[in-house]
C-alpha cells in the first residue's frame, strides 16, 4: 500500500498555523496586507484571484483587489505597482499572470519590490534562491517541500528527477530539492531516454504538462512521485501528468489530482504574506 499524500490536509493544517499566527500579530498591531492585481476578465484567473482573496479572507490577511480593463496600459499598471510598493500598509503584491498580450510582463514582474514580491518570481528572489540568501520562492515548489517534509518524506541524498523546466515550477523545484540536499536532474523536452532518467528517480517530480504521461514504466518501485499537473479528459473529470491508478501500487507515496499539490500553492502564497509583514515590522 502506498501512501496518498493528502494535500487537502497538509494545506488546511498550514492555513490554521497562519490564521493562529496572524491572530497574534494582530494583538501585537502588526496586520498583513497583500494586493491583488488582475487586468482583463480572464475566466481562469478570475477563479484564482478569487480563491486567493477567500484565503485571506480565512487566515485574517486583509486582501486588496484592484481589477483593471483589459486595456490598462502597460504604464498604468506599473504606476500602480509603484503605488503599492511604496505603501507601508501593503505587504505583498501579486500581478496574476498572464496579463494581456499588449503589456510586458518581464517588466511587470520586475517592478514588484523584491520585499513584496510574495509570488517569488522576481529576478532578485530567483536568484536569492540559488544562493542561499533571503528571499520569497515560488509557492507552488515551495509547497512541494513542505508536502515531502510533513509526510516525512527525506530529501537528504535522494536521486531527484524534476521533468519539467518551467520558471515557477521546475527550476525553483530542482533549487530547493537541491537545497535539501538532494542529487537532483532536470529533464526537458530534449532529453535523451527521459523514461530511464525517471526510474531512477527515488523522487520524481512530473510537470511535464501532459495528461497521464507518466505510467508503471517510469517509476521504481518504491519511489516518491509528486504530480504537478492538471488536465481535464475527456469526461471532464480532473487528472494529473501521472497515471494515477497504473503508479500508485509500484510506489511508497504519490499525490493525487486533485487533493495533492494544487492545494499546497495558495498556503505557501499565504505563508508568504505573512513572512512579507513579519520581514517589514523586523
Ligand atoms: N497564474 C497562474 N499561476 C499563477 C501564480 O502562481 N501567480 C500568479 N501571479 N499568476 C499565476
Given at each position: ?5 493528502d494535500g487537502k ?247 493525487p489530482?486533485p487533493g495533492g499539490?494544487g492545494p ?19
Amino acid at each position: 500500500m502506498s501512501l496518498r499524500i493528502d494535500g487537502k490536509k497538509i494545506s488546511s493544517d498550514i492555513k490554521e498555523e497562519l490564521k493562529e499566527q496572524v491572530k497574534q500579530l494582530k494583538e501585537e498591531g502588526v496586520s498583513v496586507c497583500l494586493a491583488v492585481i488582475q487586468v482583463g476578465n480572464d475566466p481562469a484567473s478570475s477563479v484564482y484571484v478569487n480563491n486567493k482573496k477567500k484565503a485571506c479572507a480565512y487566515i485574517g490577511i486583509e486582501s486588496q483587489a484592484y481589477e483593471l480593463p483589459e486595456e490598462t496600459t502597460q504604464e498604468e499598471l506599473l504606476a500602480l505597482i509603484d503605488r503599492l510598493n511604496k505603501d507601508d500598509h501593503v505587504n505583498g503584491i501579486l500581478v496574476q499572470l498572464p496579463v494581456p498580450a499588449h503589456m510586458d510582463e518581464k517588466e511587470i514582474i520586475q517592478a514588484i519590490s523584491p520585499a513584496k514580491d510574495v509570488d517569488g518570481f522576481h529576478p532578485q528572489s530567483v536568484g536569492a534562491l540559488s544562493t542561499g540568501e533571503p528571499g520569497f520562492v515560488s509557492c507552488t515548489p515551495a509547497g512541494i517541500i513542505q508536502l515531502l517534509k510533513r509526510s516525512g518524506i527525506s530529501i537528504d541524498g535522494k536521486d531527484c528527477v524534476v521533468v519539467g523546466r518551467s520558471n515557477i515550477v521546475g527550476k525553483p523545484m530542482a533549487m530547493l530539492l537541491l537545497r535539501e540536499n538532494g542529487t537532483v536532474t532536470i529533464c526537458h523536452s530534449h532529453t535523451k531516454n527521459l523514461k530511464e532518467v525517471c526510474q531512477r528517480a527515488d523522487i520524481l517530480v512530473a510537470a511535464i504538462g501532459k495528461p497521464k504521461f507518466f505510467d508503471e514504466s517510469y517509476v521504481k518501485d518504491g519511489a516518491v512521485v509528486i504530480d504537478v499537473g492538471i488536465h481535464r479528459n475527456a469526461e471532464n473529470k480532473l487528472c494529473g501528468d501521472v497515471d494515477y491508478d497504473k503508479v500508485a501500487d509500484k510506489v511508497s507515496a504519490i499525490t493525487p489530482v486533485p487533493g495533492g499539490v494544487g492545494p499546497m500553492t495558495i498556503a505557501m502564497l499565504m505563508n508568504n504574506c505573512v513572512e512579507a509583514a513579519l520581514r517589514m515590522n523586523n
